[in-house]
């Protein structure tokens, strides 16, 4: 190479100051935390081989602070031989926090991804604005607000991954709000409106940071976190396992790949109880239906009593929503409600085909969940179930009771099959309910015990005849009855035939799916 005054040399010599921790006196305060330099994290993540186009290294590196990147690393490299956009705050500059042309990157980098139709993951670790730039920062149009801006309009177009590392306080709280997947680090991600110490002041009350907005919190009561782990390496590889789900874009479907057997077990007719009283493990089902080792849950500590994920049937991806009658009986709460809304959305925009495995007794009732706003979120799950383009399947496990059997997508809601189990019992409401609300004056009067009880039962017995499986398919209520170990074999034929032909364009070019969290 033909050096002009050693100019090339010194731009090599540039990239390495502004690209090496060496020089950062904050980067063993991380490395105390357990935390990895930020390109680091980027190499852990991309693939080996993978060439990096990164626009902005030099910004803010000629003022009079030395701030390399500006306190961001935005780049275009491959992970899973994938194109993908990563933006990644760099604590050992300014801790993280957000001046002028980190934003102006931020949405580049937004705009390049949206432009290019390729997933983008956040990398988030930010002590905030700053306040000393805040005139130049906040209140123009190309100002930080627009960040959110690009995330929304973003939203069911390209897949957008947040992995918090650390803080994302005040108003870059709404980044990992907006985006499709959350994942948080125990002990180190923290997501919050206002500090403890802000909290105090406003309004006296003294928390904890954990308890104010620790990953934890988030993931178990908040909802906000869909997944939450121990470390940084974990979060990164949650990202890629993610993404092996997701299509690059909304015009694009999810590659198939080779169908594996399940894992070995018992077999459904073994692991589903005839009595509908008797909890059942819906993860056992969901194991015996699925390849081997492809389930990848999601919100798995939120609303426990409704399960949500990613998994594999055939080779092909599909996303399950099920319920877990050894939680809370399974019963739908308006956690679960949105929870499953979210997800149900979130496969919408992406083409992922959705399978529902029902079993619950109906919504919750009481005043409390209804001060919770249970049927306005409660019509948040319908009308996303109602509004869903991809192929869809019902399989009614056991119970299927009121309105939940709508809201999982039963026949009323127009699915491509509602399929159902022997021990299947499609009903208004379960035998003890109603026997008491059609006999309750005849039970009242009848005076002897035994006698009183043994009417009961009767009636019971005579209500779970009306509303075995066998009523509804002979009605044509519901599509087919499936023995267990059919079940596996005719959900792949069923997700092969409802996804041949199916012009995704057509299906939803009047109307986007805008991914929507709570």
Request: with cysteine; hydrophobic share 40%; proline share 4%.
């Amino acid at each position: 190479m033909v050096v002009v005054n050693g100019l090339d040399s010194r731009v090599n010599e540039k990239l390495e100051e502004i690209k090496t921790s060496s020089n950062r006196p904050y980067y063993e305060k991380l490395k105390a935390q357990g935390k990895m330099f930020v390109r680091d994290k980027i190499k852990f993540l991309v693939d080996e081989d993978s060439i990096e186009i990164e626009d902005g290294v030099f910004a803010r590196t000629k003022d009079e602070q030395f701030l390399p990147g500006d306190a961001v690393v935005t780049l275009i490299a491959k992970v899973n031989g994938r194109s993908v956009a990563i933006i990644a705050n760099d604590m050992t500059v300014k801790a993280g926090t957000w001046g002028v042309k980190t934003i102006e990157k931020i949405m580049r980098m937004q705009e390049l991804a949206e432009k290019r139709k390729i997933p983008l993951i956040y990398m988030i670790d930010s002590a905030g604005a700053r306040l000393n730039e805040q005139f130049d920062t906040f209140i123009d149009r190309r100002h930080a607000g627009k960040i959110f801006y690009n995330t929304a309009r973003i939203s069911g177009v390209v897949p957008q991954i947040a992995l918090v590392f650390g803080a994302s306080p005040a108003g870059s709280a709404y980044l990992p709000a907006l985006c499709d997947f959350v994942v948080m680090v125990d002990k180190n991600a923290s997501v919050y409106l206002g500090s403890p110490r802000m909290a105090e002041m406003a309004t006296g009350e003294k928390v904890t940071m954990e308890e104010m907005g620790g990953a934890k919190m988030h993931n178990q009561i908040s909802g906000l976190g869909d997944m939450l782990v121990q470390n940084e390496e974990e979060a990164l590889n949650a990202a890629k396992h993610f993404l092996d789900y997701m299509p690059q874009n909304w015009k694009e479907k999810v590659s198939l790949k080779e169908s594996v057997e399940p894992l070995p077990g018992k077999r459904i007719e073994e692991l589903v109880p005839a009595n509908q009283r008797v909890p059942m493990d819906m993860y056992a089902v969901i194991d015996r239906i699925i390849d081997a080792d492809s389930f990848f849950e999601f919100k798995k500590l939120y609303a426990q009593e409704l399960i949500t994920g990613f998994s594999r049937i055939g080779g092909r991806a599909v996303g399950i929503v099920a319920n877990q009658a050894k939680t809370k009986g399974g019963v739908l709460f308006p956690e679960s409600a949105e929870k499953a809304a979210h997800f149900i959305s979130l496969c919408d925009a992406y083409n992922i085909p959705l399978l529902f495995l029902v079993d619950l007794p109906g919504f919750m009732v009481g005043s409390k969940v209804e001060k919770q706003a249970i049927i306005r979120r409660g019509a948040r799950m319908l009308s996303t179930v109602a509004n869903a383009t991809v192929p869809r399947i019902s399989v009614i496990v056991r119970k299927a009771y009121g309105a939940g059997y709508v809201v999982m997508s039963g026949a009323s809601m127009q699915p491509d099959a509602c399929i159902a189990l022997p021990q299947a019992q499609p009903a208004v409401m379960g035998p003890e309910a109603a026997v008491n609300a059609m006999y309750f004056n005849k039970i009242q009067s009848i005076e002897d015990p035994a006698e009183r009880q043994k009417f009961i039962v009767e009636q019971r017995e005579k209500y779970d005849e009306d509303i075995n499986v066998w009523s509804s398919a002979s009605q044509l209520y519901i599509d087919d009855v499936v023995p267990g170990d059919r079940l596996r074999q005719d959900l792949i034929q069923r997700f092969d035939l409802y996804s041949q032909n199916r012009d995704v364009l057509e299906d939803i070019a009047e109307k986007k799916t805008v991914v929507r969290r709570g």
